[in-house]
Each structure stands twice: as C-alpha cells, then as structure tokens.
C-alpha cells in the first residue's frame, strides 16, 4: 500500500460502519480488526441487533464453514481492499466453498456491506426444490430392500461348508480362542475380515 489507509475504506454510503464477523480468537483477526476499524468499519465475534441485518461473515484458511445462512468470505479480501485503498466489488469471487448447502437465492453480496439490502430481504429457496432429496432417499430405500432380499436368498440357497472349510472354521476358532462369540454373527465377520475361508458367509 503506497498510501494511507482511507479513514472511510469501509464506510457505508449512509456513513454507517461496514461489519464483519470474525472468529474472536487468532493472528488473522487481530490484523484484521485493526485494519477495518482504520477504514471506519467494525469487526465482531458474534452477531448483535444493530448489525446483524448487514454482517458479512470472514473466514481465515484454518476454519470450516459450518453456516449456511451468511456469506463465508475470504479474510484476503479486506486485505486487498487494503491493498488498492479502495472497496472492491468483487465480494462474490471471494466466497468460502462450502459442503453446506446454501439456503438463498442468487444475489449481490454486495448489497448486503454496502446497506442496500438485509438479510432478511434476500430471498430463500423455496422448499419442493429438495424433492430431489426426497427421491434420492427413496431410490437408496428400494436399493437396499433389493439388496436385502438378495442376501437372504443367497444365504438360504448357499452350499453346506466342504470339510476344508469345516477344518478351517475349527483351526480358526481355536487360534483366537473364541468360543465365546459363537452365538450371533461377531464370529463369522471376523473369520471374513481375516479371510479364514474366502467363500465363507455367516449361515446363522
């Protein structure tokens, strides 16, 4: 930066702070916090009523996403905003991908610093758009009947054990001592995990 920080970098048109909510712990915050609050803006570790309508959640590289009903941008962007002395416009680039599904609609984030809009104006996607969910759920239910009818006809129909593997269930069980698991299906999971028998298959 080649010139001093404008006292109103981060100061809305209606000369209101701009705000940010920012973990309250780290190196990234405290350089953060004194940079916004040099612009005029403000930086805060929890949501309050006067700014909660605006706030524009930062996210340093050590953090996960957990929100889904802010924005997660990037810290660098204060810094480079920092950097040119000027407020740039580019908010939308600087979002945090995220495994959390958005709850909005596509909008400017921008409004959002800048006043023009709140929170609770943008508006959320309607909800028959998770019927997809609901059809995935259902396709993964039919699927694991299928399946479950599948291994009960397997299991009713498989061959009785040849004495190679009778012999080898008996050396198994003597091995690891483990009479005890012989009721139920413990036993039998574990002879497949060790492969005692390749073919073998619980026939409880």
Known sequence: MSQSLSPKLFVRPDELPMAFLMGPTGLERQQIKRLVEA??????????LEYRDHLIRLLVRTEIPIKK????????????????????????????????TWIFEPYNPMDILLGNRKWSDVPKKQVGEKVSDIEDDEAGEDMRQTFETEYRHHKANRLPYCKKEQ?????????????????????WKSMECREACPLLSPSL
Request: aromatic share 8%; net charge negative; with cysteine.
């Open 69 to 100: 009903d802010l924005d997660m941008i990037d810290y660098k962007y204060i810094l480079d905003c920092v950097e040119d002395n000027d407020l740039l416009t580019n908010l939308s680039d600087c979002k945090v991908s995220s495994h959390i």
């Open 39 to 48: 612009g005029g803006g403000v930086i805060l570790s929890q949501p309050t």
């Open 167 to 187: 012999q080898e269930i008996v050396d198994w069980i003597v091995k690891y001592t483990a009479f005890k698991l012989l009721k139920g299906n413990i036993v």
